[in-house]
C-alpha cells in the first residue's frame, strides 16, 4: 500500500516487491502500447488454494512438488519450510517470528537465499561431522533433524540453535562483527576467500560467546588461520583439501576440554606434513621473495594492503589505491629503463617484474605510466613525497635495476614473516608432538614386502619394475600424493588413503578407496568387494599384471583421488 500511495516505505520492506513494481512501472508509463496486452495477460492468472488434511497429507511432499518444474527453490526455502509445515499456525507464526525472520533480516533479504544456504552447509559440517554436498544441504539437514537427540530435544531447541549460529557466521561472512580487532581480522579472511574455515570458525565463536575462549585468544586463533592460509597461497600448495582440514578442526573444537585451545591447535598444524604443511619462515620467505604474485588475483591487493598497514593506527582502505609496477609492463621498454636494467634487461624484465620487490601501491597509476624510474621518484606526487610505508626508500634510489628489486623484495619479506608469523609452540607442547610422531612412525619399508625387496629370498624383478612404473604414475598425480610403505600393503594419500597396492608373486593387488557404483569402468577389470574382508581401503579391487595396463588402470585410480579431492566441494 505504501508503494501505491507513494507514502515511505516501512523498514524491512520487500526489496523484491519494490523492485518488482519499478520494473513493471518503468515499462508502462510512457508506453501506452504494453496496456492492453498487459491486462489480457493478468486476466488469465489464477491463484490456486489448496487444502490440506493433516490426517493424510504431507505437506513439504506437496510444496517440493509443486515447485520441482519452476524455479529450483534454495536451500533455505526448503529447509523453512521442512521445519514449520506441518506445525499449527500459531506456532508457525511464533518460530517464524522468534527464529527465522530475525535470521532473514541478519542475512539481507537480496542475498539471504545464498548465505543462507552457505551457512547451513558450515553448520552442518560442524555439528553433524561431515561435509555436505553444497546442492545436497537440504537432504542433510532432514537427515540430521531427524536423529534421536534433536528430535528429543525439540523444534524450539533447533531452531534457537541455528539462530545462534547464524549470528556468528553474519559477524564472520557478512562483516556484522561488533568488535573492531574481530570485525577487522574478518575481514582480512574474507579477502583471502577461505570460506572453507567457516565450520572451525563457527565453533570457535560459539566458544567466545559463551566465555570459554578469550577475546585475544579468540583474535590469535583468525590470525594463526589466515597466515596459514597465505603462505599457503603464496608456496603455491594445493588447496583442494583445506575443507577437509578444517571439517577436522571444527570437531577438535567442539569436543576440546582442555585449558589452552590455542596451543592444542598449533601443535596440531605442527604434525601437518606435505600438502597439509604450515609452511616455515624460510620456505615462506623464499617463495614470496620469487612468486609472481601480482597474478595471484584474489590476494595480491591483499597483501599489499596488510603490509602497508602494519603497525598502522591510520589504516588504508581496500580501494583507496591501486596497484603499480615501478618497472613497468610494458615489454617496449624505453630506451632510458634499458639503461638502468643493464644489457640483461628482458631476463631482469620476465624474473623480477610481478614480484613483490616491484609492486607497490600509489594514487598516481595512470600518471607514473611507463614513465623512467627517475621521474616517477621525483615528480609531483612521486615516489619520494608518498605518505604509504610500502614506498619508503624508494625517493633515495638511483637507479631502478635487479639489485634495487631484490632488496626492496627481501625487505618486504623480513616485514610479511612479522604479518603472518610463523606458529608459536611452547617447548613443552613441542616436546610431546616430537614423542608423538616418534611413536606414530610405523617403522615399515620396502623391505617389508619381499616380492619388492632385492635382497629377499622371494624377491619378484618383474614385480618391483611394475611397481615401480606405477607408483611414478601414482606420485605424480598431484604434489599433495604420499607414499606410505604399511605392514601389509603400501598406501597412497591425498587426505587419506585412495589407492592401496598389495605387491603379490604375479601381479599388484589394487584396492580402490571408492564405492563401486560410482566407478567407470568400460573394460570390467574391477571387481566389487563390498563387505568383503581384504587388505587395504574402499570397495573396488583390480590386479594389474603387465606395464602395457598401467594407462588404464591409473584412468581408474584417478577416479578414486579425484572422488576424495572433490568430496564436500
Known amino acids: 500500500m505504501s508503494i501505491v500511495s507513494e507514502d515511505a516505505l516501512p523498514e524491512n520492506h520487500s526489496v523484491r516487491v519494490a523492485d518488482n513494481f519499478k520494473f513493471f512501472s518503468d515499462r508502462i508509463f510512457g508506453n501506452p502500447d504494453v496496456v492492453v496486452p498487459l491486462c489480457k495477460g493478468l486476466s488469465k492468472l489464477m491463484v490456486v488454494d489448496v487444502e490440506l488434511d493433516r490426517n493424510y497429507d504431507n505437506p513439504q511432499l506437496i510444496f517440493e512438488s509443486m515447485n520441482s518444474t519452476g524455479k529450483e527453490l534454495s536451500q533455505a526455502d526448503l529447509i523453512r519450510n521442512f521445519v514449520l509445515m506441518g506445525l499449527d499456525n500459531g506456532i508457525q507464526t511464533e518460530l517464524y517470528r522468534k527464529y527465522w525472520r530475525p535470521m532473514e533480516l541478519s542475512f539481507g533479504q537480496e542475498a539471504y537465499s545464498q548465505s543462507f544456504d552457505d551457512f547451513m552447509r558450515h553448520y552442518l559440517t560442524l555439528i553433524a561431522g561431515e561435509i555436505p554436498n553444497k546442492n545436497a544441504v537440504y537432504e542433510a539437514f532432514k537427515k540430521y533433524s531427524r536423529n534421536t537427540k534433536t528430535v528429543e530435544a525439540g523444534i524450539d531447541s533447533l531452531l534457537s540453535d541455528i539462530r545462534r549460529y547464524s549470528r556468528y557466521f553474519c559477524a564472520m561472512a557478512l562483516g556484522l562483527e561488533p568488535d573492531p580487532s574481530l570485525k577487522e581480522a574478518f575481514y582480512d579472511l574474507r579477502s583471502l576467500k577461505v570460506d572453507v574455515a567457516y565450520p572451525f570458525l563457527l565453533g570457535l565463536y560459539d566458544r567466545y560467546d559463551n566465555d570459554l575462549l578469550e577475546k585475544e585468544e579468540f583474535l590469535s586463533i583468525v590470525r594463526m588461520v589466515e597466515s596459514y592460509v597465505f603462505r599457503r597461497v603464496i608456496c603455491s600448495i594445493p588447496t583442494n583439501s583445506l575443507n577437509k582440514t578444517f571439517a577436522d578442526f571444527a570437531l577438535h573444537v567442539r569436543d576440546f576440554n582442555g585449558e589452552n585451545l590455542m596451543d592444542s591447535l598449533a601443535v596440531r598444524f605442527c604434525t601437518f606434513s606435505s600438502y597439509k604443511r604450515f609452511p616455515d619462515d624460510e620456505e615462506f620467505g623464499k617463495n614470496l621473495l620469487s612468486v609472481d604474485l601480482y597474478s595471484k588475483v584474489r590476494t595480491r591487493s591483499y597483501c599489499l594492503r596488510k603490509l602497508e598497514n602494519h603497525r598502522r593506527k591510520e589504516k588504508i582502505g581496500p580501494n583507496e589505491y591501486s596497484i603499480e609496477h615501478i618497472m613497468p609492463q610494458n615489454k617496449d621498454l624505453s630506451g632510458s629503463w634499458k639503461d638502468d636494467l643493464g644489457p640483461d634487461w628482458e631476463r631482469i624484465h620476465g624474473t623480477w617484474l610481478h614480484t613483490i620487490g616491484n609492486l607497490t601501491l600509489t594514487g598516481y597509476n595512470s600518471e607514473y ?21 610500502l614506498n619508503d626508500g624508494l625517493g633515495q634510489v638511483e637507479r631502478w635495476n635487479e639489485d634495487a628489486i631484490k632488496t626492496r623484495g627481501e625487505a618486504l619479506s623480513s616485514l610479511a614473516l612479522k604479518v603472518w608469523p610463523s606458529l608459536e609452540v611452547p617447548p613443552e607442547f613441542a616436546e610431546i608432538n616430537e614423542k608423538t610422531s ?20 622371494d624377491y619378484v624383478p618383474g614385480i618391483k619394475e611394475l611397481f615401480d612404473s606405477l607408483r611414478t604414475e601414482i606420485l605424480a598425480i598431484d604434489p599433495c600424493v604420499t607414499e606410505h610403505f604399511l605392514k601389509l600393503y603400501v598406501a597412497y594419500k591425498a587426505d587419506t588413503n585412495f589407492v592401496d597396492i598389495v605387491p603379490q608373486k604375479r601381479g599388484l593387488r589394487l584396492s580402490l578407496n571408492m564405492k563401486f557404483r560410482d566407478l567407470v569402468d568400460v573394460k570390467g577389470v574391477c571387481r566389487d568387494i563390498t563387505d568383503v574382508g581384504r587388505w587395504g581401503n574402499g570397495d573396488v579391487e583390480l590386479t594389474l599384471s603387465s606395464k602395457e595396463e598401467i594407462p588404464y588402470v591409473m584412468g581408474l585410480i584417478r577416479q578414486s583421488f579425484e572422488i576424495q579431492m572433490s568430496n564436500g566441494a
Open 438 to 457: 616418534s611413536i606414530n612412525g610405523n617403522g615399515y619399508g620396502i623391505e617389508g614386502h619381499p616380492y619388492l625387496y632385492v635382497e629377499s629370498g
Open 369 to 389: 605510466s611507463d614513465r623512467p624510474f627517475c621521474e616517477k621518484r621525483d615528480m609531483e606526487g612521486g615516489f619520494r613525497s608518498s605518505p604509504l610505508k
